[in-house]
């Protein structure tokens, strides 16, 4: 399993790519809003696309679903079915094929992604697991958590979530959607949001 990452669009919003080195399929988590941009490296690292997996539907994550399936009209987007309810001006770019939910996995080749449904941020947030990563979206940040002053947002939820994610069994690299990468351990140890969720 390779990752790749870069921020797109002027709030920095992180692209992973998570990719079989072995067969060279890829599945791309939340595509910013430049999926033109997206699609031009995955042609350059002759990666192909077999999924496109939504942490949640706020614009800034997924603005680039439009451009990525014009250059893969196959492309399978996933969703969680809360977020299609969000107010249109906080989706603006958001289109969808399958919805997941809690407990799904989706395998790729080797990797086996798991959802785990975490609203707080989102009604539909969810963060996604594969192997020792933990691709969090807006819910978990290197020392924060996502807003969730927002339409549709919930700080009860948002704590459930957190307390959720410091419950996993385990560590975790943290992906999140803004900033850099952490720890599962170090967010548990530092994290004033997270250490409120577990009080």
């Known amino acids: 399993m390779k990752l790749y990452s870069f921020p797109l669009g002027p709030l920095e919003t992180n ?38 997996f939504l942490t949640h539907g706020h614009y800034d994550h997924v603005g680039g679903i439009a451009d990525l399936r014009a ?40 990797i086996t992604f798991r959802v785990l449904h975490t609203p707080g941020h989102t009604p539909g947030s969810v963060c ?20 969730t002053d927002f339409p549709g947002g919930s700080w009860q939820q948002m704590l459930a979530s957190l307390k959720k994610l410091a419950q996993l069994e385990g560590d975790y690299t943290v992906l999140p959607g803004h900033g850099g990468a952490t720890t599962l351990q170090t967010e548990r140890d530092t994290n004033p949001y997270m250490k409120e969720a577990l009080r």
């Open 128 to 147: 996604l697991v594969a192997g020792t990563l933990l691709l969090s979206g807006d819910t978990l940040f290197a020392g924060s958590c996502g807003r």
């Open 15 to 52: 692209c992973y790519v998570v990719a079989d080195e072995a067969t060279g399929r890829c599945a791309i988590v939340d595509p910013g809003d430049d999926g033109a941009a997206v699609a031009q490296w995955l042609a350059q690292q002759q990666l192909t696309p077999a999924y496109l």
């Open 71 to 110: 250059e893969y009209p196959d492309l399978p987007v996933y969703v969680h079915e809360a977020d299609i309810a969000l107010p249109p001006q906080m989706t603006r770019g958001l289109s969808w094929t399958h919805t997941y939910g809690e407990g799904d996995t989706i395998s790729m080749d080797g």
